[in-house]
């Protein structure tokens, strides 16, 4: 019983905290780059339609003039064989963005550490702005981290390609509560990653 009550406070904690998690921090309209976060291929490699709206997202943003560059941050799980931002930006080759245009960020393996490397690439090429691209049960999270970046930011979501089940979406929101709660307790001072 007392389990069940110390998750189900867990899930009221990130559920708050993600309700309340900030959008931007930046007026901005144009950016130095856009971020988009990875998620995982699937089996075989290829992108899943998670990542692949992500990814057409971020495209859709480059060619409204809201940045120009792409960094795809994503590196490689335990359990895949392939980095998720090479995927990325095969796909956003495919999409007609200019490989120059392009940064790969392959080692990334959680929100952290994507918004920390993607800020070291910033940092080292003097960039100072960002819209974060990602899906919208995921940006409240990833708001909280870009917040504690010395960065001015702003999140925007990537609709889905297809139809979520609604099932589906309340799922993604329960683990993102979870995730939430776990960042505001102890990652964000566990897994601190210095840009």
């Not at 859709?60 to 998720?84: N, S, W």
């Not at 120059?100 to 959680?110: D, G």
């Not at 929100?111 to 990602?134: D, F, L, P």
């Not at 979406?169 to 566990?190: P, Q, S």
Request: net charge neutral; glycine share 6%; proline share 7%.
């Amino acid at each position: 019983m007392a389990s069940v009550v110390v998750v189900l406070l867990l899930l009221g904690c990130g559920a708050v905290a993600r309700r309340f998690a900030p959008t931007s921090n930046s007026s901005l309209t144009r950016f130095d780059a856009i971020i988009v976060l990875g998620n995982p291929t699937d089996s075989d490699g290829n992108p899943t339609p998670e990542q692949l709206a992500r990814v057409t997202e971020g495209v859709h943003e480059y060619e409204r003039g809201v940045a120009p560059r792409l960094i795809l941050t994503g590196g490689r799980l335990a359990r895949d064989r392939f980095v998720e931002a090479r995927v990325m930006a095969r796909s956003a080759e495919a999409e007609g963005i200019p490989e120059s245009a392009i940064f790969v960020e392959p080692e990334a393996r959680n929100t952290i550490q994507n918004a920390c490397y993607a800020e070291r690439i910033m940092k080292a090429h003097g960039w100072q702005s960002a819209e974060v691209v990602s899906s919208a049960y995921h940006l409240p999270r990833a708001g909280l981290i870009f917040n504690s970046f010395p960065l001015q930011w702003r999140g925007h979501a990537a609709p889905p390609l297809e139809p979520q089940l609604v099932a589906y979406g309340w799922a993604k929101a329960a683990m993102e509560d979870m995730k939430t709660a776990r960042y505001l307790i102890w990652a964000r001072w566990t897994e601190r990653c210095e840009p």
